[in-house]
C-alpha cells in the first residue's frame, strides 16, 4: 500500500474520530450543567443552613450537634445547602444520626406497626403517632437528599468523562495532523515495507548417552 495513501487515510480517520470526542465531551459538559444547575437550584429553594459554627464548639451526645457529627459537618458550618455533597453529610450524619436517636434504631414501618397496636386515643398511641410522624419526615427529608446527591454525583462522574474527551480529542488531532503533514512528505511512489518473515530452524538436542560405570 503507497505510505501517502496510508497517512491520508489515517489521518482523516482521527479526523473524524476528533469530532466524534469532541461531541461526546460536549454533550456530557451538558450533562454535568444540567445536573449541577438543578441540584444546586433545588436544594437553594429548601434554605437548609447547617448549624453555625459555635454549635459545634458544644457538641455532646443527646444534643442538637454530637461529637461525632463534627468530623462532617463542621466545614459547612454556617453555610446554606447548595451542593450534593452537603446533602450528603447533612442526610447521613445529621438527619440519620437524630433519626436513630428518636425511633431508637427502629425504621418508619417498624415504628408505625407498634403505633397501630396501641389502643386508638390513649396517651401512649398519641405519644407513638407523632415519633411516627417526626420519623417520616425526616426520612422522607433524607431520602430527597440522598437522592439530590445521587444526580449531583451522576454530574461530577460526566465531568470527568468530558474532560477525558476533550483531553483525547487533542491527543487525536494532534496525531492526525501529524500523519497529514507526513503524506505531504512522502513520495507518490513509496510503499509501506512489506513485513517478512524470517524461518525458524528447529535444531534437534543430539542424543545423549548415559556412561555406565563398572
Known sequence: MRRKSFDVIVGTGGLLLTLV???????LFWGYSFANGTVTSQL?????TFPAAAAFAQAKPGTEITP?????????????????????AYADHFIAVHLQEIGGGKTYSELS?????????????????????????????????????????VGQVALIASIVSFALAGITLLLSGLGLWHSRRVTVQEEIPAVRTVPVVTVDAAPTVAASTS
Open 68 to 88: 461525632g457529627m463534627i468530623p462532617y459537618l463542621y466545614k459547612y458550618a454556617g453555610q446554606q445547602m447548595t451542593t450534593g455533597a452537603q446533602a450528603e
Open 113 to 153: 406497626a407498634a403505633a397501630m397496636a396501641l389502643p386508638k386515643g390513649s396517651a401512649a398511641y398519641t405519644a407513638a403517632e407523632a415519633k411516627v410522624q417526626t420519623v417520616f419526615q425526616g426520612t422522607t427529608l433524607r431520602s430527597m437528599l440522598l437522592n439530590a446527591y445521587g444526580w449531583w454525583q
Open 44 to 48: 437553594s429553594a429548601q434554605k437548609i
Open 21 to 27: 470526542l469532541i461531541a461526546a465531551g460536549a454533550l
